[in-house]
């Protein structure tokens, strides 16, 4: 019994319950022989007195298994509380400390929690579809000879959809058609929505419902019911929430409609960065409906390869049923919805800037905390002495550690809020994506995994630094051994290294992207954008059926606008600046060799008018513009890119061209001249990409009315009303200023630009920080030793230098590796400089000087400190 009592390692539930029965039958036993029983008789009357005893055993043994669980809890528990409670004290007592801690770790969590709130909801779950991670939209790409040098991607035929429709590949498919309509109701003024044309089993298929009334069936597609859903933003917006407007009829493209519900704002087309829509309409695959996006849900187990085949096949079957007798010139190719993201390779690059900026802000909370050892060294070695064990304190250092992450997490994630609205409030319109990116459950659990993480990091190496130090030297003196000093302050500056290398990363990556936007800026476009105009009216199919109708509409218009005051200039292209327009087709020289049969090729082009150039203000380097003003004539103009890549050294005037298109067609064309290279598609467009001109404007499709003004222009409503004025019954016309519109070609890469410098001077300022607390600490630990230097001689300018070489030393330490880590590290920026070599010196140069100016700036307290110490106070003090 008494080992029972004498045990030091825990309770054996087994044991004692076994001693303790086994007492009780001792103890009846020699109480049933001392009434005269034998042994024998004794035990066997015992057995029968107290029956199943094992049943017994096995009963007390999970009671007190049960018990002890509780008790262990109870202990835990209350350990726990009393280390979060001691944490909270000793960090209380040291609220500066604790204030600087919590803030280096909001903001390296907090740009994080920014940065992955957009990478989670535009790359990582981009559509909030049912089984998203099965979702594809299928696209055609050439299928051979695509000389483009670049991927192209053009949307399916809709032979191609209908084809689809019924691929076993697909749990389902649906076809989504993107346009602009004109809507009118009695009363009020006709204005522009987006419209979003589908199927009955869209919002099933996105997991969605009608919130009001209900959604079009099958039947009525079939019959071409003129049925309409409002979206929840329009149904709010202009109709105040009115449930009556349910069986109401308004206008749309001069065919009335009668409303039958309302779909949610979370219903979203398929095709990221484009404006939500704003109306629903049945969709019907017909010969004429062009440019429908797809998207599809893969059966499990089925690869996007299988699937691809599945598709080209179907594709092909449907081709020859049409009367197709050549080969496919496309085939399918599966993009993933996060493919559609213009900007994915910013949103990679900037992942990566903001784990930098975490890991710097760690190495500063590593700095913070390396300080604060050097205080708590007595501290941890009395409660040492007082019996406590290494784990007993490992424990507490740790559990200070995550209620240091933990208030830092936090923060970080009010910061995290604040910065991703502030993205998404100034995104440009570029980026129109970044409307979708908000502050989701997988951002806040990707925050408090990283508080977490660093949490444990920092209490381990906390936990380590304390064990290296000696009990005895510390009770002794009170502070650090020399040796532990000095293998702190190594340690601190490597972690200074360490931060400027990675600031010197970001600084390198910073001024690339700083001169690329520059060179946006300051480049010549190739044309005079100021005072250029252009406006695009929206003609419906009913009221202007026909070329001619339209033709003779864009007639009026041209006439109209040129009656206005300050109007220099007229003319009319398909496509206006930012933006151009391309054939699918092959290319065939005069002189070189015709290309093999269906190579595809993408070749822009666009349809002008003869006054087009001269109204652009693009030069004209040789020949002539265009004679036949009926654009009959087989005239082409072309750019110096495209005689300098198809007749380099030769004059182009006078050459011949011809365009197969992709059913086969083509007339030779004769080069009538050369224009000078121009960036008509936007500032980020490559000026010297081959273009041709031909002279015609494509009426089916809308061309643009370009317009220069001069220094007596109305203005834009006089643009805006041109169409009004020929036809009541249409809304006012996009009317684009081109100036302002190329500007904005360039807002993009410099929001992206914007965003990195941002994060790259908070990544400087900490580590500026943490070499400001390096010298500082240095220059503490070295007071007597200055001192001393300055009573034996030493000028206090060499005591000063000493302190600016030590940090310069450090800072060009950091620089050298980050100039090699930002070599590979700009690999990433390629797709994003313009005009501007990943590998450019300046960029490279700049990077280094302004991280040793900064750590210039950095050593100038500690310098002064170190030069202004007194010798006679120095080592009185110690």
């Not at 399918?332 to 975490?358: H, I, Q, T």
């Not at 467009?685 to 081959?690: G, K």
Request: charged share 20%.
């Amino acid at each position: 019994m008494k080992e029972r009592y004498l045990r030091f390692f825990g309770p054996r539930a087994e044991a004692d319950v076994d001693d303790e029965l086994r007492f009780h039958f001792d103890m009846r036993v020699r109480d049933y022989m001392a009434r005269g029983m034998s042994e024998p008789d004794a035990r066997a009357a015992v057995v029968l007195r107290l029956g199943d005893v094992q049943r017994v055993r096995d009963e007390c043994v999970a009671i007190t298994h049960r018990r002890e669980r509780q008790t262990t809890r109870a202990q835990l528990l209350d350990a726990l509380v009393q280390d979060v409670r001691f944490a909270f004290r000793t960090l209380g007592r040291q609220k500066g400390w604790t204030a600087v801690a919590v803030l280096t770790l909001a903001l390296g969590i907090g740009a994080n929690t920014a940065v992955y709130s957009v990478v989670s909801n535009l790359v990582l779950h981009p559509l909030p579809y049912p089984d998203a991670n099965r979702l594809v939209l299928p696209f055609l790409e050439p299928s051979e000879g695509n000389s483009t040098g670049i991927r192209v991607s053009v949307s399916p035929s809709p032979i191609d959809v209908k084809a689809w429709i019924g691929a076993r590949s697909f749990e389902r498919v649906q076809a989504v058609l993107e346009n602009d309509v004109t809507v009118e109701r009695r009363g009020q003024a006709a204005w522009a929505l987006h419209a979003a044309y589908v199927q009955p089993a869209f919002p099933a298929f996105a997991g969605r419902q009608p919130i009001a009334g209900r959604m079009f069936t099958d039947a009525e597609v079939a019959s071409r019911e003129p049925v309409a859903l409002l979206s929840e933003g329009v149904w709010r917006a202009r109709f105040g929430s009115d449930t009556s407007v349910l069986g109401s009829v308004v206008t749309i493209d001069d065919k009335a409609h009668t409303i039958i519900g309302v779909l949610p704002s979370s219903l979203r087309p398929p095709r990221l960065g484009r404006a939500p829509a704003d109306i629903w309409l049945p969709l019907e695959i017909t010969p004429d409906k062009y440019g429908m996006a797809v998207i599809g849900r893969l059966r499990p187990g089925v690869t996007s390869v299988d699937a691809a085949r599945e598709l080209d096949s179907l594709s092909a079957r449907a081709a020859t049923a049409a009367g197709a007798k050549a080969p496919p010139r496309f085939r399918a190719r599966l993009n993933s919805p996060a493919d559609m993201v213009s900007f994915k390779e910013s949103l990679v690059m900037l992942s990566g800037a903001v784990a930098l900026v975490l890991l710097i802000a760690c190495a500063n909370v590593a700095h913070l905390l390396l300080s604060r050892s050097a205080t708590r060294g007595r501290e941890l070695a009395i409660r040492a002495a007082l019996g406590a064990g290494s784990a007993r304190l490992s424990r507490q250092l740790l559990t200070e550690s995550l209620v240091l992450s933990g208030a830092g997490c936090v923060g970080g994630v009010l910061v995290g809020w604040l910065g991703l609205r502030a993205v998404v409030a100034l995104r440009p319109e570029s980026l129109e994506a970044l409307r979708m990116a908000e502050l989701d459950a997988s951002a806040l659990w990707a925050s408090v995994a990283l508080s977490v993480v660093t949490g444990i990091a920092f209490g381990l190496f906390a936990a380590i630094q304390s064990a290296r130090q000696s009990t005895h030297e510390s009770l002794k003196a009170g502070a650090l051994s020399t040796s532990t000093a000095r293998s702190h302050q190594r340690l601190r500056s490597l972690l200074v290294v360490s931060e400027m290398a990675l600031s010197t990363t970001l600084l390198v990556a910073a001024s690339l992207l700083i001169r690329s936007v520059v060179h946006l800026q300051t480049t010549d476009p190739g044309f005079e954008p100021t005072g250029l105009y252009s406006i695009k009216p929206g003609l419906p199919e009913k009221r202007y059926p026909n070329e001619a109708t339209r033709r003779a509409f864009y007639e009026q218009m041209a006439e109209r606008a040129l009656r206005l005051p300050g109007v220099q200039g007229v003319t009319i292209a398909a496509g206006a600046p930012p933006g151009f327009s391309f054939l699918i087709g092959a290319l065939h020289i005069e002189g070189e060799e015709a290309p093999k049969p269906h190579t595809t090729s993408l070749i822009r082009y666009n349809g002008v008018g003869p006054d087009y150039f001269r109204t652009m203000g693009m030069r004209l380097v040789a020949g002539a513009t265009f004679s036949d003003s009926t654009g009959k004539a087989p005239e082409l103009v072309v750019n110096e890119g495209f005689a300098a890549k198809h007749w380099p050294g030769q004059s182009a005037v006078g050459k011949r061209v011809k365009v197969i298109r992709y059913d086969g067609s083509g007339t030779w064309s004769a080069v009538v001249g050369v224009v000078g290279d121009a960036a008509t598609g936007g500032l980020t467009d490559q000026r010297s990409s081959p273009v041709l001109y031909v002279p015609r404007a494509d009426y089916d499709n809308l061309p643009n009315v370009i317009l220069r003004t001069g220094p007596r222009f109305a203005g834009l409503p006089a643009l805006r009303g041109i169409v009004t004025s020929i036809d009541a019954r249409l809304p006012p016309a996009t009317t684009t200023n081109i100036q302002s519109a190329m500007a904005a070609t360039a807002a993009g890469p410099r929001f992206i630009m914007a965003l990195l410098v941002a994060f790259t001077v908070l990544a400087l300022a900490l580590a500026a920080v943490g070499l400001y607390g390096v010298m500082s600490y240095g220059v503490a630990q070295r007071t007597r030793e200055i001192g001393i230097r300055i009573a034996l001689g030493a000028t206090r300018g060499a005591i000063a230098r000493g302190i600016v070489f030590s940090a310069l030393t450090l800072a060009a330490a950091g620089a050298l590796l980050g100039l090699g880590g930002a070599w590979w590290a700009t690999k990433l920026l390629d797709q994003m400089l313009y005009g501007v070599p990943r590998t450019d010196p300046a960029s490279f140069v700049a990077g280094g000087v302004v991280l040793l100016g900064t750590a210039l700036l950095a050593s100038v307290v500690p310098m002064n400190r170190a030069a202004a110490v007194d010798p006679i106070i120095a080592m009185r003090a110690d």
